[in-house]
């Protein structure tokens, strides 16, 4: 079993940056396929960045404003967004694939207003 926790989400205005942490009680190591996803009121769960196989992918709303990245010494994932819109707002969430099981953490609010 593995829990996933995400922080750093908050208010920030148009423009600003934010970075986006996933802390897994487990190691990562051997994980290869993570990912961020968003889900805004009213829409659906839509994809953000992932890291597949050591390939990063990204929706094409964020590429060259999000980064994904990981560290295994801290079983982290995190997710750097720069030059933030108001349609980045949502509550973004990480979720691992590991020996065939999907987890979810619980989602972090990022909301993105002057």
């Known amino acids: 079993q593995v829990q996933l926790v995400e922080y750093g989400g908050g208010l920030v205005q148009p423009g600003g940056s934010l970075r986006l942490s996933c802390a897994a009680s487990g190691s990562i190591f051997s994980v290869n396929r993570m990912g961020w996803y968003r889900q805004a009121p009213g829409k659906q769960r839509e994809l953000v960045a992932a890291?597949?196989?050591?390939?990063?992918n990204y929706a094409d709303s964020v590429k060259g404003r999000f980064t994904i990245s990981r560290d295994n010494a801290k079983n982290t994932v995190y997710l750097q967004m720069n030059s933030l819109e108001p349609e980045d707002t949502a509550v973004y969430l990480c979720?691992?694939?590991?020996?065939?099981?999907?987890?979810w953490g619980q989602g972090t609010q990022v909301t993105v207003s002057s």
């Open positions: 890291i597949i196989s050591g390939s990063t």
């Open positions: 979720n691992i694939v590991k020996y065939g099981q999907i987890y």
